[in-house]
């Protein structure tokens, strides 16, 4: 049962992202044994002691990035990394302990969601209170993969109107770059990936065109400055490998170009780079759930999305 400040939910429907998958294959660090699943929309079975902000029958959705509202990070404009989010994979609740075990022994938190389940516990400052009639299997994915991809192009990256857009990886989060690159009004938005049957996809969500790195010999930085008459002022990296970091920072335009890590770095990795790369100019950033503050802004995009 929830304990003070925490809510139990029913899970109707969850996604999977490939961070789920980095844990299960030991590139993100989390204890173990853990319950993944991050992507959910659920129902308020019940609450402990002192909740004041969601009740049962509410329809919500956990967040693996909570909005405590008081750290440096809640309270600048710009900022959303919450102090209280779980980045270094303690995998207990805000409390210090685990609500979940098996046969007397205890099984881990994944980012405070755990959503691979019947029912989980959640702290109350990781739940947004949704649009009780938005279709759970469909904005579940607003718990992650959507929003993280569309923040990525429009609070990010700030993708401007006209321009021309690289988006290295076509899974659900570089789909949703696409989504946000389109709908700021990118002119050209190049699709990125080895697997050509992802092309069909982007291409319907608003990718102008696709190419594969296996189809070229040179390096792909190369074959986007000859496509674009070199005016790439976006690349994003939605994979999460350090060989397309590089790739994409190089292939936005040296001097005004825009490159934003949205693939989740392997732990224990360092990168080695030509610093050339950003004198001339570029911008290198990255984003935690597109930028987004999550309690304010997930039931605003579901919103959004119901309209
Ligand atoms: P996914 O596995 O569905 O998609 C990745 C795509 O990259 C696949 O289509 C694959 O074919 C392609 N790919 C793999 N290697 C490639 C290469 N060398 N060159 C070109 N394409 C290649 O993953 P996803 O669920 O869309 O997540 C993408 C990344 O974003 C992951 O690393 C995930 O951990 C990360 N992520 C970050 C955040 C965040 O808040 N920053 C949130 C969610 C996910
Ligand atoms: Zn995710």
């Known amino acids: 049962?929830?304990?003070?400040?925490?809510?139990?939910?029913?899970?109707?429907?969850?996604?999977?992202?490939?961070?789920?998958?980095?844990?299960?294959?030991?590139?993100?660090?989390?204890?173990?044994?853990?319950?993944?699943?991050?992507?959910?929309?659920?129902?308020?079975?019940?609450?402990?002691?002192?909740?004041?902000?969601?009740?049962?029958?509410?329809?919500?959705?956990?967040?693996?990035?909570?909005?405590?509202?008081?750290?440096?990070?809640?309270?600048?404009?710009?900022?959303?990394?919450?102090?209280?989010?779980d980045v270094t994979g303690r995998g207990v609740l805000a409390e210090g302990t685990?609500?979940?075990?098996?046969?007397?022994?205890?099984?881990?938190?994944?980012m405070g969601t755990s959503t691979f389940t019947e029912y989980t516990v959640v702290n109350e400052f990781a739940l947004a209170k949704i649009d009780a009639a938005a279709p759970p299997e469909k904005v579940c994915l607003i718990g992650c993969g959507f929003s993280t991809g569309y923040g990525a192009a429009?609070?990010?990256?700030?993708?401007?109107?006209?321009?021309?857009?690289?988006?290295?990886?076509?899974?659900?989060?570089?789909?949703?770059?696409?989504?946000?690159?389109?709908?700021?009004?990118?002119?050209?938005i190049i699709g990125i990936d080895l697997n050509k049957n992802k092309f069909e996809k982007a291409m319907a969500v608003g990718a102008t065109e696709c190419i594969s790195p296996k189809d070229f010999t040179k390096p792909i930085s190369e074959v986007l400055s000859e496509m674009t008459g070199d005016n790439v002022g976006y690349s994003f990296e939605v994979i999460g490998r350090l060989d397309t970091m590089v790739d994409a920072l190089a292939s936005c335009h040296l001097n005004?170009?825009?490159?934003?890590?949205?693939?989740?770095?392997?732990?224990a990795?360092?990168?080695?780079?030509?610093?050339?790369?950003?004198?001339?100019?570029?911008?290198?950033?990255?984003?935690?759930?597109g930028g987004w503050k999550t309690r304010d802004d997930v039931p605003k995009l579901v919103t959004d999305f119901m309209a």
């Not at 019940?46 to 693996?64: A, M, Q, R």
């Not at 979940?100 to 099984?107: A, E, L, Q, W």
């Not at 990256?157 to 990118?186: D, E, Q, R």
């Open 269 to 289: 990795n360092m990168l080695t780079y030509n610093p050339m790369l950003l004198f001339t100019g570029r911008t290198w950033k990255g984003c935690v759930f």
């Open 1 to 85: 049962p929830p304990k003070a400040k925490e809510v139990r939910i029913k899970i109707l429907a969850t996604g999977i992202c490939r961070t789920d998958d980095h844990v299960i294959k030991g590139t993100m660090v989390a204890k173990y044994p853990v319950i993944v699943g991050h992507e959910a929309t659920g129902i308020v079975e019940s609450i402990g002691e002192g909740v004041t902000t969601v009740k049962p029958g509410d329809k919500v959705i956990p967040l693996f990035l909570p909005q405590c509202r008081e750290c440096n990070a809640c309270r600048n404009p710009d900022g959303n990394l919450c102090i209280e989010s």
């Open 256 to 267: 005004y170009g825009t490159s934003v890590v949205v693939g989740a770095p392997p732990s």
């Open 98 to 110: 685990t609500r979940f075990t098996c046969k007397g022994k205890p099984v881990y938190h994944f």
């Open 154 to 188: 429009i609070k990010t990256g700030k993708v401007t109107p006209g321009s021309t857009c690289a988006v290295f990886g076509l899974g659900g989060v570089g789909l949703s770059v696409i989504m946000g690159c389109k709908s700021a009004g990118a002119s050209r």
